[in-house]
């Protein structure tokens, strides 16, 4: 904002807050390929922690380095940088912009105060930005918007500043103003003219990067026209967002406001979150130390973003769920810490991310782990006690060590071999338990299978350490199905998961088709003859007896009636015959998925006083139901569920006509809130195996839905044909 600060320097050291006035806590927002890893690097060169590789110091990356990330070719993870300028130690939280890992940016969101929107001159706004947008702007995190990428030929940063007042800014366009004007340099061959500097709207002063490292001087005529053509908006929007109200009018009557009373207006609404300044950045020229724009976005993040004080109490319960006092940031308050990633080291183990709310977290100390909430997730409800090891903070692929965190701060913790995303942390004498951050649903499923009998063995425990790792993944053991199902948030999501399995946990598995729980009924009443006669010498086997089968109204089971008269079937043997029919039903009579919602009824059999048996009758049972089958019309039934897909109005369209080539019924439309439709519709669950990856496509991103089972109903007699066809061909 043009004011003059230093770096501190964080080389040789792990940066450590004494205080939480002197924290602040960033997360980069933004889609994949925005520059948000770029931005981070060229802020640490500039804050003194990196060299001019984008290495630390003393060798390593600056964000966590993950060898799968490094294969993938895009962020995966939620990544800590932290920085120092002015005296202030800035956690900047670097978050994945692709949509499989929006479990990292949710962390990342958790554990920030502030969030920094990295937007491309040459791309544009996608629609996932926005509505992360909308979601801070729901919970009033303070925000503020970073145009990369004016590098780019097509690039053009006046543009950008007015499309993202437009997106941004819907509801109040004064609300996002840039705060500085780009400095050009001379016209290259292809026309481009390089941003060199920026124009200081506030200060009037101009800030020249072209040597690498930021030179501050006057402006001249033609930049000063500039400037003051831009800077009666950018006052007129502070003005409009000050606590003194007398303000606007002493500027509408000429007077000159000061210089510091518009700075200190400026960063009070921008903690309150009514404010949004736009800036630029780019990465300093080969030699450089600054990058363009860096020194004026610390400012701003020092100056303007609140501490971990203004951050409202906190509502905690106890494990139990009983109400416990609000929590505010205090070094000497009750202990209070959140796990916001957890991540598995080849040396170390376990290593969790936290933040500290409240209290003062110290190595070796004994705290309790409370983990509720995410039992349909395949994460068990669990309060244990646990001595956590060393505290450390991240720097690069390596690890500097702490004596202390305190609230409002950011630390990794080695040790907490129960502790998974999403616990939270507190004394073992006051255990406490934070409600958990929202997490998306995850509704692609992914059916895998050991590769080997040593897999086998060690599937079970890699699995567990696969989701406590990643809150976002479900782990399912369908009982209908009989399938292991990771559910996952999209392909990329799936190939993270295999590849962690076989890297990180030493377990090879094979994907398989996903299958749905089919079943089986009667289309109208049957009836069937058991005959098991065998007399082959020694003790023989004797079992006849006659069924009917009847359907029956959907969700009734398997009912079984005994209208056997005269003894024809000894009393000890109906229940064989029960089991028999059982048995057989669970097996399927048709495509091989059980049989439901049937009455069978035992109407007549014979017996013999030496050969028959439990067994004889049971075989009997089976064979009865199998003929009553083969002779009636057998439904196949598929599982329906009810969709519930919320997108923005202009999708719905799309969106229903999907729903329809899908075999969908669409049974509403409902205004979720402004400028977007709840679609709820019935789908058969066969059809909605891959529609996390389609709806994606159909909505540009910007869909989201919820499924829930609702019944199932007989399948199209063509698409169960074919089904039959395959189960035949597995046979």
Same mark, same amino acid.
């Given at each position: ?238 003005i409009a967002e000050s606590e003194d109200e007398s303000l606007m009018d002493r500027y509408l009557g000429g007077e000159e ?313 000894? !009393?000890?043997? *109906? @229940?064989?015959? %029960?089991? +028999? ?5 669970? =097996?399927? &009579? $048709?495509? /091989? ?86 679609? !709820?519709?019935? *789908? @058969?669950?066969? %059809?909605? +195996? ?5 709806? =994606?496509? &159909? $909505?540009? /991103? ?30």
């Amino acid at each position: 904002m043009g004011a003059t600060s230093h770096q501190s320097g964080a080389a040789g050291r792990a940066l450590a807050a004494d205080r939480p006035s002197s924290v602040r806590n960033v997360v980069l927002v933004g889609h994949s390929g925005s520059g948000k890893t770029t931005l981070v690097e060229a802020l640490a060169l500039t804050a003194g922690a990196v060299n001019r590789a984008g290495r630390v110091e003393d060798g390593g990356t600056v964000s966590d380095y993950d060898e799968i990330e490094h294969r993938q070719e895009r962020s995966i993870q939620l990544s800590l940088v932290p920085v120092e300028w002015g005296g202030i130690k800035i956690n900047i939280l670097d978050t994945p912009g692709y949509a499989d890992f929006v479990g990292e940016l949710r962390a990342g969101l958790r554990a920030a105060d502030a969030a920094l929107f990295v937007v491309s001159a040459s791309d544009g706004i996608d629609g996932a930005t926005r509505m992360v947008w909308d979601e801070c702007e729901a919970v009033g995190m303070p925000r503020a918007i970073v145009v990369t990428h004016l590098e780019a030929a097509r690039s053009d940063y006046t543009q950008m500043t007015t499309v993202c007042g437009e997106i941004f800014g819907a509801d109040d366009p004064d609300a996002v103003i840039p705060l500085y004007l780009p400095l050009h340099g001379p016209a290259g061959p292809d026309g481009h003219a390089p941003v060199t500097g920026l124009l200081g709207l506030l200060s009037r002063r101009v800030y020249e990067y072209g040597s690498g490292e930021r030179v501050a001087r006057d402006p001249d005529a033609a930049e000063l026209a500039l400037i003051s053509d831009a800077r009666s908006r950018l006052i007129e929007g502070i003005i409009a967002e000050s606590e003194d109200e007398s303000l606007m009018d002493r500027y509408l009557g000429g007077e000159e406001i000061d210089f510091k009373t518009l700075v200190d207006d400026l960063e009070r609404a921008v903690a309150r979150g009514t404010f949004h300044p736009v800036l630029m950045a780019a990465p300093a020229p080969e030699g450089g130390k600054q990058g363009l724009g860096t020194v004026e976005l610390l400012e701003l993040i020092i100056g303007g973003f609140p501490t971990p004080l203004e951050r409202p109490a906190l509502t905690v319960t106890a494990p139990d769920g009983s109400p416990r006092p609000a929590v505010t940031c205090d070094p000497d308050g009750p202990l209070l810490a959140e796990v916001v990633k957890t991540s598995s080291d080849p040396y170390v183990g376990r290593v969790s991310l936290v933040r500290v709310f409240s209290g003062t977290l110290r190595p070796e100390a004994t705290v309790h782990v409370s983990g509720h909430g995410l039992a349909d997730r395949g994460h068990e409800d669990h309060d244990v006690d646990e001595r956590i090891g060393t505290l450390t903070s991240p720097f690069g692929k390596q690890q500097r060590t702490l004596e202390k965190c305190i609230a409002g701060d950011l630390a990794c913790v080695a040790k907490l071999t129960r502790a998974e995303t999403g616990d939270t942390l507190s004394a073992k004498d006051n255990p406490l338990l934070m409600e958990p951050w929202a997490m998306p649903d995850p509704l692609l499923p992914l059916a895998i299978e050991a590769h080997s009998k040593a897999d086998e063995d060690k599937l079970s425990q890699g699995l567990a350490r696969l989701v406590a790792e990643d809150p976002t993944m479900r782990l399912e053991q369908n009982p209908h199905t009989h399938q292991v199902v990771l559910w996952c948030l999209g392909e990329a999501h799936q190939d993270v998961a295999l590849e962690r399995l076989r890297t990180r946990y030493g377990v090879q598995v094979d994907p398989v088709p996903h299958k749905v729980s089919l079943r089986e009924t009667f289309g109208a009443k049957a009836a069937g003859r058991g005959r098991h006669v065998k007399q082959s010498g020694g003790h023989g086997q004797f079992a006849i007896c006659e069924i009917e089968v009847e359907p029956l109204p959907p969700g009734s089971g398997i009912e079984f009636v005994d209208k056997v008269v005269g003894g024809a079937v000894p !009393r000890q043997f *109906i @229940p064989s015959v %029960e089991k +028999g029919v059982r048995t057989q039903a669970a =097996r399927g &009579v $048709s495509a /091989g998925y059980p049989l439901v919602d049937v009455r069978i009824t035992l109407l007549d059999g014979k017996a013999h006083s030496v050969d028959s048996s439990d067994a004889a009758f049971q075989t009997a049972g089976a064979l009865a139901l199998r003929e009553a089958a083969a002779d009636a019309r057998i439904h196949l039934l598929e599982p329906v569920a009810e969709l519930a897909v919320l997108v923005p109005d202009e999708y719905v369209g799309p969106v229903m006509s999907d729903l329809a080539g899908r075999r969908g019924r669409v049974v509403g439309t409902e205004q979720a809130d402004p400028g977007r439709t709840r679609v !709820r519709a019935e *789908i @058969p669950e066969i %059809e909605i +195996g891959r529609y996390a990856i389609e709806l =994606r496509s &159909v $909505s540009h /991103g910007t869909g989201r839905f919820a499924r829930a089972y609702a019944r199932h109903e007989p399948m199209p007699p063509q698409i169960a044909d074919k089904v039959r066809e395959q189960a035949g061909k597995g046979s």
